[in-house]
């Protein structure tokens, strides 16, 4: 008999005795301490006998031990279906966000390869992708946990995109972990032990030549011009990263202030401060978060051409204030849009053209080679993607493509000139 456990369900059977009242009389059982104890109980029916045994109980248990209850923990049976141990795990990770001991991104990152998005599904970044939720949430405990069919799954998920695959692979080890501390399992059946986790690499740059930068603005313009009203947003955000090499999120942070322009050794310029990036977590609007994923704030020169477009996007959206997101859609009233709206808008543009696999971040590594190609500085290309102290190793194992890097020696102001669209679109 285990400690803490009941008593097989025949000890429990309250019998009538000659007073007309039920009783089960000293129904011997362990406590937690591991002391063998006894319970009893009476009662007018068959029902309030148990239910007082089982309170009965609930102290005995505790006998010969400080502690106040036995567990706080969600106590599971292999019965019980996957997308419950899913749902938990999600409160949980919601209730870890509000008390500031995990972060939104991280929840967000979580909940998304269990669960498909909210909205628009058909436009998300990939339809076709697994989510647990459907994958797994009608199978229960016990069937879910065979080796073979999530080492089957865990393989099949690899091939489709391997960070969610390495994702899935966490969210299943915390699921099977809450399940063996609730009961609903041994130890030895849990299943992930033996399922190997999928290596998560960084993807090899993906710099665009000059045909495909063009290219690229071209199928935007002509994408908008068929109605896309909602997402007239695109086109600025794409010349915003192509003219900065800032993240996606960070450049959809960006608001009318962040930009000034500042006498820098007798001339002129516009800067643009980039310190913030815009998050989202389930059920909550996407917001503007002070701080960027990685390294601190840092400021920019933009180039002349992009400092136009700059103007002209102000012109076009007319933000409420200067602390108003400037990427913006026409009825988000200063709402900020999410970095996966983006991807959506990403993915229903080039569906179908001559760059179905252009991602917005191909134009950070396009702008960091280009900067280390021309100054012929790895440094260089470092400080402009706001990496910390110009980390120069960031820059060569992430971003910078290897295969192309030549050194030339020019103007370093004349730089990110060189990438203005607009200028090549008129050759």
């Keep these: 008999m285990e400690p803490g456990a009941l008593p097989p369900k025949e000890k429990l059977n309250p019998v ?23 319970t009893s109980a009476t009662g007018r029916t068959r029902r309030e006998c148990l239910e007082e045994w089982h309170r009965n109980f609930a102290v005995n248990v505790l006998k010969g031990s400080k502690r106040r209850q036995t567990t706080r923990r969600r106590q599971w049976s292999p019965t019980d279906k996957m997308s419950d141990v899913f749902a938990e795990l999600d409160t949980r990770w919601e209730a870890r966000v509000d008390a500031g001991t995990l972060s939104a991104d991280t929840w967000n990152n979580y909940h998304r390869v269990i669960y498909k998005p909210d909205k628009n599904p058909a436009r998300s970044p990939n339809p076709d992708a697994l989510k647990l939720e459907a994958e797994m ?20 998920a690899t ?10 692979h966490r969210v299943l080890s915390m699921a099977f972990k809450i399940i063996v501390q609730g009961q609903g399992l041994p130890p030895g059946d849990n299943p992930m032990p033996y399922v190997e986790r999928p290596a998560i690499g960084q993807a090899p740059p993906r710099p665009l030549d000059i045909d495909a930068r063009v290219g690229v603005l071209r199928r935007i313009d002509e994408w908008l011009e068929d109605g896309r ?21 960070e450049g959809l942070a960006i608001r009318p202030c962040d930009a000034v322009y500042l006498d820098l050794d007798g001339s002129v310029r516009r ?6 990036t815009v998050s989202a977590r389930p059920g909550v609007a996407p917001y503007r978060k002070e701080g960027r994923k990685s390294g601190n704030p840092y400021q920019v020169v933009l180039p002349d051409w992009l400092s136009t477009v700059w103007d002209a996007e102000v012109d076009r959206v007319r933000p409420k204030t200067d602390d108003s997101p ?12 999410s970095p996966a709206t983006a991807r959506e808008a990403v993915q229903a543009m080039r569906a179908g053209s001559d760059y179905d696999d252009f991602r917005l971040s191909d134009l950070r590594d396009t702008v960091a080679t280009h900067v280390a ?19 120069r190793s960031m820059a060569q194992r992430h971003y910078i493509h290897k ?12 730089v990110l000139e060189l990438l203005n669209p607009f200028k090549v679109t008129l050759e």
């Design 16 to 38: 009538k005795g000659s007073d007309g009242l039920y009783h089960l009389d000293r129904v011997r059982h362990r406590a937690q301490s591991g002391q063998y104890v006894r």
């Design 403 to 414: 295969g192309i890097r030549r050194q030339v020696v020019v103007d370093n102001c004349e």
């Design 326 to 337: 400037l990427i913006q859609g026409p009825r988000s009233d200063d709402a900020w849009i």
């Design 229 to 249: 009203g909602e997402s007239r947003y695109l086109r600025f955000l794409y010349l915003l990263l192509l003219g900065t090499g800032m993240r996606p999120g």
């Design 373 to 391: 190609l021309v100054t012929g500085s790895d440094d260089c290309a470092s400080a402009q993607l706001g990496h910390a102290d110009g980390n």
């Design 159 to 168: 091939e489709i995109a391997s960070s969610t695959a390495y994702m899935q």
């Design 271 to 276: 800067v643009l401060k980039v310190s913030a």
């Design 137 to 156: 949430g009608g199978l229960t405990i016990r069937e879910a946990a065979s080796v073979g069919y999530i080492a089957d799954y865990i393989d099949e």
